[in-house]
């Protein structure tokens, strides 16, 4: 059974720093990709970042671009999203999702009403001004 569990959400000050896991298990971590996703009370589901385990290929959009970085663990099997100097507009509950196909992750990054393969349940970060 494929499982993706994200953690490490919280309440942070607005400057602050926080690191978010996704642990998965079901599936062959490094035959994957990996993305982060956030959705705010209100708003449409907003891409965040991905990482595919295969080619280490990286794509972090430009809302979060030079504050979030994001990595994989594969002795851990867990990606894992950094997030600094978090801003109040940071403020969602965070997914991390699964798919097998690199330039499909990419793309439903870009484009978050794509379908992807596998979800997980997400993790509530609120940033404090």
């Known amino acids: 059974e494929v499982q993706l569990q994200a953690s490490g959400g919280g309440l942070v000050q607005a400057g602050g720093s926080l690191r978010l896991s996704c642990a998965a298990s079901?599936?062959?971590?490094?035959?994957?990709?990996i993305g982060w996703f956030r959705q705010a009370p209100g708003k449409e589901r907003e891409g965040v970042a991905s990482?595919?385990?295969?080619?280490?290929?990286?794509h972090i959009e430009d809302s979060v671009k030079g504050r979030f970085t994001i990595s994989s663990d594969k002795s851990k099997n867990t990606v894992y999203l950094q997030m600094d100097y978090v801003k109040p507009e940071d403020t969602a509950v965070y997914y991390c999702?699964?798919?097998?196909?690199?330039?499909?992750?990419?793309?439903?990054?870009?484009?978050?009403?794509?379908?992807?393969?596998?979800w997980g349940r997400g993790t509530q970060v609120t940033v404090s001004s």
């Open positions: 079901g599936f062959t971590f490094d035959d994957y990709a």
């Open positions: 999702a699964a798919d097998n196909r690199c330039h499909h992750m990419v793309h439903s990054v870009v484009v978050p009403t794509t379908p992807l393969n596998h």
């Open positions: 990482i595919c385990n295969n080619n280490g290929r990286i």
